[in-house]
């Protein structure tokens, strides 16, 4: 009896390890094979090997945004402004 018992625990859990093996992420079941829409696209990928494009991008600085930052880092950490 506690034989028959073991073996159908066993038989019941290597089932239940066989089936979240079967669903897993590492699962070869767990694919999906589609075409990128924008295959080389140089907008969406950039130029492969080149510069980034972002680097060329020059920003004027804003004063009121410093300010704006310089008030944040007051109220946040105190007067020097600075985190511990």
Known sequence: MIQT???KNIL???LLVGLLYLSGC???YNTIQQKDPHEG???VYGDIGGPPK???NKYEPDPKADARAT???E???GQ???PE
């Open 41 to 43: 696209d140089s907008y």
């Open 5 to 7: 018992f073991l073996k």
């Open 80 to 82: 020097g402004g600075q």
């Open 26 to 28: 590492a699962s070869r």
């Open 75 to 77: 109220k946040m950490f």
């Open 54 to 56: 972002q680097a060329a």
């Open 71 to 73: 008030a944040i880092r």
């Open 12 to 14: 019941q859990g290597l």
